[in-house]
């Protein structure tokens, strides 16, 4: 385990230059001479690394952009396929639209359809939320594996963002559990003081959880709504990306079948 972290470190260091020495790259890491020489030969062997042979200094291959550019390609796919819906749900409630991804317990903006009005949610793309604290998030977390759940556990308490922000296990367990059953999750006021959200998964055709569509905007304006029928809004557009992507829902709350990174059952690991 300490080698792979050792090598993508190195890997990292190699990416930030053009090209970069041995004793440069030795230094940045931290690591000995002799070890970042042995992780090198690990990757020129393995084809992300490659060595000029008139300078001996190192760069990264083309195998590393081809691995950037399948992600890249992946993501396209996924806005692609989101967009009509993201824009036809900002359409129907004239509130901003959001498309989200998990990494890890953090969830990234990737795509957006703003509201026309003039006091509105907006949030830069790349943009990075702790997961425990927005909808999008929520949603996601919910049909997540039990491994991945007992490891948020492990994070407990969580960072207060909000006095309304969920810190217990025991608190985000629920949470979770109610967003599974009923197929979208709500952020009242968790990351942002006066925002509310409500976001559905999108699964892929293995039953994993893709991404995660969330609409937005001032909790006092939203909560003039009918939370559960926006929800069920979002929640049944995402089912139809769901569907366009290879994705056969087995219940009527979009619950999936099993897969990889998929719960069948309602989550009790955090």
């Known amino acids: 385990m300490q080698s792979v972290a050792r090598g993508f470190d190195l890997l990292e260091a190699v990416a930030a230059e053009d090209e970069i020495g041995l004793v440069e790259l030795a230094h940045r890491t931290g690591l000995q001479p002799s070890t970042t020489h042995r992780l090198l030969a690990t990757l020129i062997a393995c084809g992300y690394v490659v060595q000029n042979p008139q300078t001996s200094r190192y760069r990264l291959s083309h195998k590393v952009v081809e691995l950037a550019g399948g992600q890249e390609h992946r993501m396209q796919r996924l806005r692609t396929a989101v967009r009509p819906h993201l824009l036809m749900i900002r359409d129907a409630t004239d509130e901003t639209t959001n498309l989200c991804v998990l990494d890890r317990f953090t969830i990234v903006y990737v795509d957006q359809a703003e509201s026309s009005r003039t006091v509105r949610m907006f949030t830069e793309l790349g943009r990075r939320v702790p997961a425990h604290a927005c909808a999008a998030g929520k949603a996601m977390l919910a049909f997540e594996s039990p491994d991945v759940l007992a490891d948020l556990r492990q994070r407990a308490p969580f960072p ?75 929640r049944g557009r995402m089912l139809e990306v769901s569907r366009e992507l290879g994705y056969e829902p087995t219940s009527g709350t979009g619950t999936p079948a099993g897969g990889a990174g998929a719960s069948t059952t309602a989550p009790s690991a955090v």
């Open 160 to 234: 207060s963002l909000t006095p309304h922000t969920i810190t217990a296990a025991e608190e985000l367990e629920v949470e979770l559990q109610r967003a599974h059953s009923r197929g979208y999750a709500i952020d009242r006021e968790e990351f942002e003081d006066g925002v509310l959200c409500i976001a559905a998964p999108i699964f892929g055709s293995n039953g994993e959880v893709l991404a995660a569509t969330s609409v937005s905007g001032p909790a006092a304006r939203l909560l003039r709504q009918d939370l559960s029928e926006l929800g069920e809004l979002v």
